[in-house]
């Protein structure tokens, strides 16, 4: 049990659809980043968050958004979901000086 | 741009016996950690060991331990008396160690481990 939840656990939307993934950290855990692993790869980071704003950010379009709340929950938007969006989403979260926790990813279908 | 190459897609090892994973990477930096990951069914991503680039013994943890080589860039996993458990897909990941990149992980294409009774 690593504390950080995300959800929705599965999910399937539509070419051209909007998603939004969420993901709830342990109290404290002021830094946040997303990863998308696509079917038999390695995750890819997004981007990151700390303290709300955002401080790096992977190979990926603006079309790729997020924020960070400060009880420390996360979103992660996607807009005009293409095919390729399919892929397990992850976030990690972590104090300064500790380690990171995933979560157990939410699992985007596009159709 | 650092990259992580995992050269093993699969691999397998009998129940009780040793395993070793490779890794390497490529970085211009000097100051990084790099980590094994296990990735089991239920998705969910558990640190198995880190290693800090500035230190020159390789870390421990129980069955597990990394041979660590700074100027190969290189970073093993080796897994001792191997136990069902262990069957998982493993990621060797890098991270720079930077303030406030704490989790910009930069994974390898990963190791899908399966242990055989």
């Known amino acids: 049990e690593t504390g950080v939840t995300q959800s929705p656990t599965h999910l399937i939307k539509t070419r051209g659809q909007q998603v939004t993934l969420r993901c709830s950290s342990q109290?404290?855990?002021?830094?946040v980043s997303w990863y998308q692993q696509a079917l038999g790869q390695g995750p890819q980071f997004i981007f990151q968050?700390?303290?709300?704003?955002?401080?790096g950010r992977g190979n990926f379009p603006p079309r790729f958004s997020g924020l960070q709340f400060p009880n420390y929950s996360s979103e992660l938007n996607v807009n005009a979901l293409e095919l390729d969006d399919s892929a397990l989403y992850l976030c990690?979260?972590?104090?300064?000086?500790?380690?990171?926790?995933f979560g157990q990813g939410t699992r985007l279908t596009v159709v | 741009a650092q990259t992580v190459t995992q050269s093993q897609p699969e691999m397998s090892v009998q129940e009780a016996e040793t395993v070793t994973l490779s890794c390497t990477y490529d970085?211009?930096?000097?100051?990084?950690?790099l980590f094994w990951y296990k990735q089991p069914p239920s998705r969910q991503m558990i640190l198995v060991i880190r290693?800090?680039?500035?230190?020159?013994q390789n870390a421990t943890e129980n069955r597990f331990s990394v041979n660590f080589q700074k100027a190969a860039k290189s970073f093993s996993l080796k897994i001792s008396d191997s136990q069902l458990g262990d069957a998982a897909m493993y990621f060797c990941a890098y991270r720079r160690n930077l303030f406030n990149t704490g989790n910009q992980f930069y994974f390898g294409t990963g190791t899908s481990l399966t242990v055989i009774p």
């Open positions: 109290s404290g855990h002021n830094t």
């Open positions: 968050y700390y303290r709300e704003e955002e401080n």
């Open positions: 290693q800090e680039a500035y230190k020159q």
């Open positions: 990690a979260s972590k104090v300064q000086g500790s380690k990171a926790f």
């Open positions: 970085t211009s930096e000097s100051d990084y950690y």
